[in-house]
Nanobody, 128 residues
Framework: QVQLVESGGGLVQSGGSLRLSCAAS????????MGWFRQAPGKEREFVAH????????SYADSVKGRFTISRDNAKNTVYLQMNSLKAEDTAFYYC?????????????????????WGQGTQVTVSS
């Protein structure tokens, strides 16, 4: 069983920065692929970023590429999402997710269905 707890959300002005954290209670954290997703009111949950077990491989949604950075510290069982140059359209509830499956192919990691553990989420609001 894996529990995920997000923190770091809040209200920020357009152009500002926030860093989200996701703490995992899992003895096998270093073997979990981790992802960040977001969901705005009235919209479907969408992929933001993904990081591999080791942290070597990352991928991003086009809408955040170059502004957001995902990273992880396996010693602290934590994954981060550094968000810079925030825009009003980044306003959403942000969720951390973990994938415990042994394999992942192509764009699978961009689908919420790939992940079997989810946090409760944290609100990010960007004022214009």
């Amino acid at each position: 069983q894996v529990q995920l707890v997000e923190s770091g959300g809040g209200l920020v002005q357009s152009g500002g920065s926030l860093r989200l954290s996701c703490a995992a209670s899992a003895r096998t954290f270093s073997r979990l692929r981790m992802g960040w997703f977001r969901q705005a009111p009235g919209k479907e949950r969408e992929f933001v970023a993904h990081i591999s077990w080791s942290g070597v491989l990352t991928s991003y949604a086009d809408s955040v590429k170059g502004r957001f950075t995902i990273s992880r510290d396996n010693a602290k069982n934590t994954v981060y999402l550094q968000m810079n140059s925030l825009k009003a359209e980044d306003t959403a509830f942000y969720y951390c997710a973990a994938d415990s499956s042994p394999t992942a192919q192509g764009t699978e990691v961009r689908s919420p269905r790939k992940y079997d553990y989810w946090g409760q989420g944290t609100q990010v609001t960007v004022s214009s």
